[in-house]
């Protein structure tokens, strides 16, 4: 393979990659705070791939107007599923295996009622962005990837400063290394949860409207997150950086893998990669293992 | 007890004897006839169902308000199989043993074809369907060798030309009209339809002498293909086919277009409405092939009528519902009976049927129509245009 093929497959990988570390530090965040595997972020995604359709097809052509407004309806859509569906089991004192179970249900119902409601047209964003490709001497970079890129850096930088440095932030990782201890210090664990599936939900919003921009949105667009599932799990479940490395390292590889050995042999390499991975690193790139696996 | 015990076995003996009487095929000969059809109303293609569904249901209405087929009316009993096989399979059979229909109009979808022939052949209530892979109609094809004789499925009827006939269209139209000759194609592997269409494409080049130089495939729930692309681009091909459902091809041409790739787009039928509106000028100078081309006059009255009916243009499985309901009640009449068996007959010597797509002549050997043109379109900017209106191309 010559070199420049070479680098153009790496950038291709990174800037998709760039969008599944977005979903990974999504689904890392609710991991280390509930320790559940939040399957509803999927949902949350499909979710804002329609909204942030409808407002830039019909409301307002701006992608900047729209594209903030969806990140923030996914962020208040994260907050609701917490309040209704996850927050009485917590309260009951249900094992967490009740919480995937309804995290699985909920981003069925989404897909679901898409399918019912909306599946039989086929929705595209506007263009706004008209000439989309850019040629950087032999490398062709789509725009729309780079711009994905960008967003995905600058809001993942912006959050990991805002756990790292902010009191929010500081209850968060608070409650996740211990849920009921910092009640005892008057902390709100119920409002530090919510904020933590806002953060979560607005991660998903700006997934959603970077899938819908990129992709043709469809039901089925939330399933993407698998590809955010694993970087977790590769990253180390709830870890921003290993997420983040994850999300671009499997990006790359994926796509270096179709290159070479093609799309129907690149799942079995990659799952059977992360298997092994798993074994000899349990607790993924960057991650410290996590209390309860699930 | 030894008593209740008897009792109990000679309920079960009678019982079971009138559930085996019943059991056994009845021809309703009173009351409205059924026709069957599984579609796919939900999930990723649902908009082909329900322009399928809104076709029949017009034809359906238009022969009730004539009086309908010997003096009874026609009623069709419809489930969603949500382009799922299982699901498929699960309507057939709930067709031809609960609601006892005539004759079924299957989903599209080849995949779903492929799991139903196999049932259709047991249950011997015949299908007919759009799907394109030639093994829902003639299960032994070969794809190495697609003129070799083989026997059809007798229960399952193909209403358009099928993957290979399609292929050969858009490839013959590229090799003497457009004057290509080397070839790429990205499809996907995990759709038959797409599958086959890559097969007869690639036997059809081949065969004339010109010549392949990539075939990539990707994966059913895959959206971005830019590491396929990124090799195609490499190998400078003049054509490029890919003949996926309408998201994925959508997808591949955006894509395509940002990576800066020249090669000429080949499409598939799927290429057609809403192709237009979800690609948009992405799909700028591609070529594809189609059943009809909506600014073919002689079709216009079909336009008017279901614009009619339902306030909006027609795409195009509205014109398969139209069609394919139409030959089935057609075989009905021609028979004279529901008998499934009987309307099979009259299925297979169905001759001259006068469809929207063109005159239909089944071929009792494939159960697939013969020598049925199609139109060659093309897109500039996003506006698709009749490149040919009526194209056979030339024998490989």
Redesign the interface.
């Known amino acids: 393979m010559n070199w420049n093929?070479l680098l153009?497959?790496i950038l291709?990988?990174i800037s998709?990659g760039g969008v599944y570390a977005l979903m990974a530090v999504g689904f890392g965040l609710i991991f280390n705070v509930l320790k559940f595997s939040n399957f509803s972020h999927g949902g949350v995604v499909t979710l804002s791939a329609y909204i942030g359709f409808f407002l830039s097809q019909h409301l307002l052509p701006s992608f900047l107007v729209t594209f903030l407004l969806t990140a923030v309806a996914g962020g208040l859509a994260a907050v609701t599923i917490e309040r209704l569906v996850f927050r009485p089991i917590r309260r009951k004192g249900y094992p967490v295996s009740m919480l995937i179970v309804n995290s699985i249900t909920v981003a069925m119902l989404v897909q679901?009622f898409f399918?019912?409601t909306l599946?039989?047209?086929?929705y595209?964003y506007p263009?706004f962005i008209k000439e989309?490709?850019l040629?950087l001497g032999n490398l062709?970079v789509?725009?729309?990837?780079l711009l994905m890129l960008g967003i995905s850096a600058v809001v993942l930088g912006g959050l990991s400063y805002v756990i790292r440095k902010t009191k929010i932030g500081i209850a968060i990782r608070a409650v996740s290394s211990d849920i009921s201890t910092p009640s005892l210090m008057g902390v709100n664990v119920d409002f530090v949860i919510s904020v933590a599936f806002f953060f979560s939900g607005v991660l998903g919003g700006i997934t959603g409207y970077l899938?819908g921009m990129a992709?043709?949105v469809?039901?089925?667009?939330g399933?993407?997150i698998l590809k955010g599932i694993i970087a977790s799990i590769i990253g180390g479940m709830g870890s921003i950086l290993g997420g983040v490395i994850a999300g671009l390292l499997l990006g790359a590889a994926?796509?270096?893998l179709?290159?070479e050995i093609?799309?129907?042999l690149t799942?079995i390499v990659i799952y059977g990669a992360i298997i092994v991975l798993l074994l000899i690193r349990p607790q993924g790139i960057a991650g410290k293992i996590a209390e309860v696996k699930a | 007890m030894k008593r209740t015990v008897l009792l109990l076995l000679a309920l079960a003996l009678i019982l079971g004897s009138v559930s085996l009487i019943s059991a056994t095929p009845q021809v309703e000969e009173a009351g409205p006839i059924k026709v069957g059809m599984y579609a796919d109303l939900s999930a990723g293609t649902a908009q082909w169902g329900t322009d399928a569904e809104k076709g029949a249901r017009l034809r359906i209405k238009e022969v009730n308000e004539k009086g309908g087929i010997m003096g009874r009316q026609v009623e069709l009993v419809l489930y969603d199989c949500k382009l799922s096989p299982t699901e498929a399979v699960k309507a057939y059979s709930r067709l031809a043993t609960q609601d006892k229909v005539a004759a079924v109009y299957g989903s599209l979808i080849s995949n779903s074809a492929l799991a139903v022939s196999p049932v259709a052949a047991q249950s011997k209530v015949p299908v007919v369907a759009r799907a394109m892979d030639e093994r829902a109609t003639t299960p032994g094809f070969d794809p190495d060798n697609p003129d070799a004789p083989i026997d059809p499925n007798p229960y399952f009827f193909l209403l358009q030309p099928s993957c290979f006939q399609q292929a050969a269209v858009i490839a013959g139209y590229a090799i003497d009209e457009l004057g290509m000759s080397t070839f790429a194609m990205l499809y996907n592997k995990g759709n038959a339809y797409a599958e086959y269409l890559a097969k007869g494409f690639s036997y059809y080049v081949t065969k004339r002498g010109k010549k392949m130089v990539g075939t990539f495939e990707f994966q059913s729930g895959d959206v971005d293909y830019k590491a396929q692309l990124t090799k195609i681009k490499a190998l400078k091909a003049d054509g490029l086919f890919i003949p996926n459902y309408v998201t994925q091809n959508a997808n591949a041409v955006k894509q395509a277009h940002e990576l800066g790739l020249t090669a000429t787009f080949l499409g598939n039928n799927s290429w057609y409405k809403p192709m237009d509106e979800v690609a948009g000028a992405a799909a700028d100078g591609a070529y594809f092939p189609n059943n009809i081309a909506f600014d073919d006059p002689s079709i216009q009255w079909y336009f008017q009528k279901y614009q009619a009916e339902y306030g909006e243009e027609p795409r195009l499985h509205s014109f398969s519902g139209w069609d394919d309901v139409g030959f089935i009640l057609e075989a009905i009449k021609k028979a004279g009976s529901t008998d499934p068996d009987k309307v099979r007959d009259a299925m297979e010597g169905t001759r001259k049927f006068e469809g929207i797509i063109g005159t239909i002549n089944i071929d009792p050997k494939t159960h697939r129509p013969v020598g049925l043109p199609m139109s060659v379109l093309y897109f500039e900017g996003d506006q698709i245009g009749t490149a040919a209106l009526k194209y056979i191309p030339k024998k490989p």
């Open positions: 093929i153009q497959q291709n990988g998709l679901q399918a019912v599946g039989s047209d086929y595209t263009v989309t490709a040629h062709t789509s725009k729309i990837y899938l992709f043709t469809d039901p089925f667009i399933s993407m994926e796509s270096l179709i290159a093609g799309a129907a799942p």
